[in-house]
């Protein structure tokens, strides 16, 4: 079982940057697949950025902007925003699956196992 919790949400105007953490529970963090996720009000979940073992995907809509590194030392993961829009505002979730990712779709389809609770990012213009 892998607990994650997310922080380092809040608001902020368009063009700042924000840094979202993950802290995993755990001894195999290094193992996992770790993803973040967002949803907006009224709109489906989506995919944001993953990383697995040392391969990283993006969504179309936020590469460029958002780095994401992980630091197995300390079991997180992080989600460094930046430039960020109006249209990053949403709930983002962190996410963690054992099963490795290679491929764009596959970071973006395969299921992940465990979910965080979510951290409010509000954008404003």
């Known amino acids: 079982q892998v607990q994650l919790v997310e922080s380092g949400g809040g608001l902020v105007q368009a063009g700042g940057s924000l840094r979202l953490s993950c802290a995993a529970s755990?001894?195999?963090?290094?193992?996992?697949?770790m993803g973040w996720f967002r949803q907006a009000p009224g709109k489906d979940r989506e995919f944001v950025s993953g990383?697995?073992?040392?391969?990283?995907h993006y969504a179309d809509s936020v590469k460029g902007r958002f780095t994401i590194s992980r630091d197995n030392a300390k079991n997180t993961v992080y989600l460094q925003m930046n430039s960020l829009k109006p249209e990053d505002t949403a709930v983002y979730y962190c996410?963690?699956?054992?099963?490795?990712?290679?491929?764009?779709?596959?970071?973006?389809?395969?299921?992940?196992?465990?979910w965080g609770q979510g951290t409010q990012v509000t954008v404003s213009s």
């Open positions: 990383i697995s073992l040392s391969r990283t």
């Open positions: 996410a963690a699956d054992l099963r490795p990712r290679a491929t764009a779709q596959a970071f973006q389809t395969l299921g992940y196992d465990y």
């Open positions: 755990g001894r195999t963090f290094s193992r996992y697949t």
